[in-house]
């Protein structure tokens, strides 16, 4: 079977980790290169977490590219407060033997699209790929699809219309869903259904691998952060299930839609609107509606526990 070429481009984030450690554990995939974008933490900080990252999984044949460090519109916010300082949960790590290429992000992208078809596994703000549409007006026609992890259709988790991915660049976000490329969108109501509990984060340290301690490491502060957002320590798996989608397209249920995202609006900036109208049906547009958590956890499970970081 031939494999699926990738680029994952992101904000890393801890979601963001376990979403690049399950793309780097899965044979099905042939992880290209890892974009970096600012988001959740700044460029320099998302930057070196995809290095570490890349380590961390015995994956130094991966190579990370730097790409924006501001969106379109100037600079938002990030989400320190959830993910760490860092971005990685505030832990010690080794100095990653990792180079950034000396290649941007965006010319990478358009680079490996030349070279033959790329899924982008789009799990931060749409920066970057807003950009390469704006440098490369044929990107979109070389593309064999996009998954994103963002959006929401009934409440956000910055304000109550925006998801952070979307709230982040509005107007990058507008770029890419009002290009010609065919879209698989993960929304905040499909991620929510994907979680880890304490129970699967004692089994995760539990198989005495460096890959399992961090983390599990990693996400107890996230843990932290949801018993104080939602009142439970359930562990959102949102970018993951971008992840998840590119490895089995049949695991999440989706329905075609038409989007529109929100630029302006004083308490609908970032907001994103799907018409689930069955005019849409066949829409090149698809949003995720439905996963089966225990599915999930299983299969991350089985591969997070092959991965071995270099001695």
């Known amino acids: 079977m031939a494999l699926t070429r990738i680029v994952i481009d992101t904000d890393p984030g801890v979601d963001d980790a376990v979403a690049i450690l399950l793309a780097l554990a899965s044979p099905e995939l042939e992880v290209l ?3 970096c974008v600012a988001g959740n933490v700044d460029l320099e900080k998302t930057t070196l977490n ?20 501001e969106p379109l519109a100037g600079p938002t916010g990030t989400a320190a407060e959830v993910h760490g300082f860092d971005g990685l949960g505030d832990l010690e790590w080794p100095t990653p033997r990792v180079e950034v ?32 549409l704006v440098e490369y007006p044929d990107a979109a026609d070389l593309v064999e699809r996009v998954v994103i992890m963002g959006g929401a259709s009934f409440h956000g988790n910055v304000t109550a219309a925006a998801e952070f991915n979307i709230w982040a660049d509005p107007e990058a976000a507008a770029i890419v869903f ?5 879209i698989d969108v993960m929304p905040l109501d499909l991620t929510h259904q994907a979680f880890l509990t ?26 932290a952060f949801h ?7 359930d562990l959102i798996m949102h970018d ?15 329905s075609g839609v038409e989007v529109e995202i929100e630029t302006d609006g004083l308490f ?5 609107h799907f018409s689930r109208s069955h005019r849409h049906a066949t829409s090149t547009t698809r949003v995720g509606t439905f996963v089966d958590n225990d599915r999930f956890v299983d299969l991350l499970k089985s591969r997070l526990a092959t991965l071995r970081s270099p001695n």
């Open 227 to 233: 018993l104080e957002w939602y009142q439970n320590r």
């Open 178 to 182: 009002n290009a010609s490329w065919r």
């Open 50 to 69: 995809a290095q570490r990252l890349v380590a961390l999984a015995g994956r130094s044949d991966v190579p990370v590219f730097r790409g924006c460090a």
């Open 101 to 132: 290429n000396e290649l941007g992000a965006v010319e990478f992208l358009y680079r490996e699209l030349t070279r033959g078809r790329v899924t982008i596994v789009a799990i931060g703000p749409l920066t970057n790929l807003a950009t390469l």
């Open 198 to 223: 304490d129970a699967n984060l004692e089994e995760l340290r539990s198989w005495g691998t460096e890959v399992g301690q961090r983390v599990a490491d990693m996400l107890e502060p996230y843990a």
């Open 240 to 254: 993951a299930m971008a992840v998840y989608e590119v490895i089995d397209p049949t695991a999440i249920v989706k």
């Open 268 to 272: 609908s900036r970032g907001a994103t």
């Open 33 to 35: 290169g890892i974009t």
